[in-house]
């Protein structure tokens, strides 16, 4: 299993926000590339990074500070938010971005999704989050009528390599992960899952890789103190 610290990013920024509501708005770091190289000092070679600016928007808002973490920074980034067309694809992953995510554009754009994965394959991820098993989209604002598990099936039948499956509920609350949620999930899809909302300790992390599940995003229990960084690599290695 690996483990991807997370720096959401709002107003340059690095915030967390409880339960994807922008109104309830933590600053959790001063600089965002200070954050990152520091989780890459504790040795993690993966990290999340959200443009959350450009996830309500649908531009990358915060793109100059994303590329340059993907610049100079040696890890496997993942990047998501606002990414609703071909050229900021194009852009990202020839700039040192490894993956981007995919949410509301494979929601609503499947025919961009296709080109997408035909193109790049498993550097496209597809970011699947979640308010009462209903997919929602431009940054969980937009609820649709979709449900996270037939969804799921739809992605793995078009080829997504691995989806990124957030329980809004749980996402900022340090409540601890919905791993029926996931239970479910993996009983009906053959795909990699990557968890993410909710990890609280050291404890999730142990049930997520008793879970086989595929990765771990943590973000507030890392800053607030709940969870080592060292100790969560250390369980996967």
Known sequence: M???????????????????????EEIVAKDIFDQAKEFQSLGA?????VD?????????????????????????IEVGGGIRNLDRIDKLLSNGVDKVILGTAA???????????????DAII???????????????????????????KTMADYGVDNIIVTDISRDG???????????????????????????????DIQKLKELDIY??????AIYSGELSLKDALDLVK
């Not at 991807?4 to 309830?24: C, E, H, N, W």
């Open 126 to 152: 597809v970011g699947i989050d979640a308010r009462d098993g209903k997919v929602c989209g431009n940054g969980w604002l937009k609820e649709s009528n979709l449900d996270y598990i037939h969804f799921s």
């Open 215 to 220: 990765g771990a995003i943590t973000g507030k």
């Open 45 to 49: 070679t993966n990290l999340h990074l």
């Open 173 to 203: 609350t340090l409540q601890g992960v919905n791993l029926e949620m996931l239970k479910r999930l993996k009983e009906e899809v053959n795909i990699k899952i990557t968890a993410s909302g909710g990890v609280k300790n050291i404890e």
């Open 52 to 76: 959350l600016d450009g996830a309500k928007e649908g531009t990358g808002i915060n793109e100059e500070i994303i590329l340059k973490i993907a610049k100079d920074l040696d890890m496997s």
């Open 107 to 121: 929601i609503e754009d499947k025919e961009l999704l296709l080109r997408a994965l035909d193109k790049y394959g």
């Open 2 to 24: 690996i483990i991807l610290p997370a720096i959401d990013i709002r107003g340059g920024k690095a915030v967390r926000l409880y339960q994807g509501d922008y109104s309830k």
